[in-house]
């Protein structure tokens, strides 16, 4: 991505980002939108929601599919970006804002929901980059985000999991 005289000029992207069907993923979607000609692709566990934001980013003219996609399921995480890849010839850039924030504390989170917590906020960070970086350089380089939750620095104590979980991704 090149600076230009009025900003970041995004022409000729294509991007992925996860986590586009709530909160600071949909945030970053219309940002997205907004900054620019690109090819975008978004997925997000929730396919309501997902829905409702591609038809809002249709009516700004911007064709971005939305996948509802879970992932903390390998099969998906991988589909979606091979979908991207073929849909545009390649990725450039891969933005991951979804991450899990189950509750839990030191004496109650069970291994269910540490096992949760690290698939999404972990594993699939790294496993989705791995996926994508072949197609990066091929096309020249790419750019791959990691959006992490102000709780790996502190947070209640219910939140403990996930703020251990986020530590690892913040340094």
């Given at each position: 991505m090149?600076?230009?005289?009025?900003?970041?000029?995004?022409s000729?992207?294509?991007?992925l980002v996860t986590g586009a069907t709530q909160c600071v993923g949909v945030a970053t979607a219309l940002m997205l939108a907004e900054a620019g000609p690109t090819q975008i692709a978004f997925c997000g566990r929730q396919e309501e929601a997902g829905a409702a934001l591609e038809a809002?980013?249709?009516?700004?003219?911007?064709?971005?599919?939305?996948?509802?996609?879970?992932l903390a399921e390998?099969?998906?995480?991988?589909?979606?970006?091979?979908?991207?890849?073929?849909r545009f010839s390649g990725v450039d850039m891969l933005e991951n804002v979804a991450g899990a924030t189950d509750r839990g504390t030191l004496e109650t989170t069970?291994?269910?929901t540490w096992g949760g917590l690290s698939a999404v906020n972990a594993r699939a960070l790294f496993f989705l980059a791995q996926r994508a970086v072949p197609s990066m350089t091929a096309r020249g380089g790419g750019s791959t985000v990691n959006v992490?939750?102000?709780?790996?620095?502190?947070?209640?104590p219910s939140s403990r999991p996930m703020s251990r979980r986020n530590q690892q991704w913040s340094n």
């Open positions: 090149l600076n230009g005289p009025d900003g970041p000029d995004f000729g992207n294509f991007r809002r980013l249709a009516s700004q003219g911007l064709e971005a599919p939305v996948v509802a996609a879970d390998f099969d998906a995480a991988f589909a979606e970006v091979d979908a991207t890849i073929e069970s291994p269910e992490i939750s102000i709780a790996a620095h502190g947070g209640a």
